[in-house]
């Protein structure tokens, strides 16, 4: 699969849990935060999108835990998507910066909705989002 974006970032130590690794939940903190920044560089936004009269909502979320990541390791958030019918699936996983290997791996199914039912992703997304997928 190829993933059009990704970002960089830190393990803080506060992210932690008791046996020394990131705590379980901060994946699905990473997850996001990659989808968030994703949208913000293909001049998209939750709130932009809200204000328009659509809901952009977390339907499913699969996480695998592959290796741990601990404190200070650098890691790579990447991200793919894809359209399945009224469906936005999030494909991401994330590498240690260090050696590569895949920690975590992420598909995030979203769906749209408006006056409270799902619709189809809003042209100015599918447009948006095929500026990463040229060609």
Do not use: C
């Not at 830190?10 to 920044?37: K, M, P, S």
């Not at 399945?84 to 240690?96: A, T």
């Not at 290997?101 to 039912?117: E, Y």
Request: proline content about 4%.
């Amino acid at each position: 699969m190829i993933y059009p974006f990704e970002i960089e970032l830190d393990v803080r130590d506060y992210e932690l849990d008791a046996q020394g690794i990131v705590n379980n939940a901060n994946y699905q903190h990473y997850f996001e935060h990659a989808r968030h920044e994703l949208l913000r560089k293909i001049s998209l936004s939750f709130v932009g999108l809200h204000e328009a009269g659509f809901d952009w909502v977390v339907h499913r979320v699969e996480i695998d835990y592959k290796k741990p990541l601990r404190s200070g390791e650098r890691f790579r958030v990447k991200v793919a998507a894809e359209q399945k019918g009224v469906r936005f699936i999030f494909h991401q996983k994330i590498e240690r910066v260090s050696d590569g290997a895949v920690t975590t791996t992420g598909k995030i199914s979203s769906v749209f909705m408006q006056n409270g039912r799902p619709v189809r992703p809003p042209q100015l997304v599918i447009d948006a989002y095929k500026t990463l997928y040229p060609g």
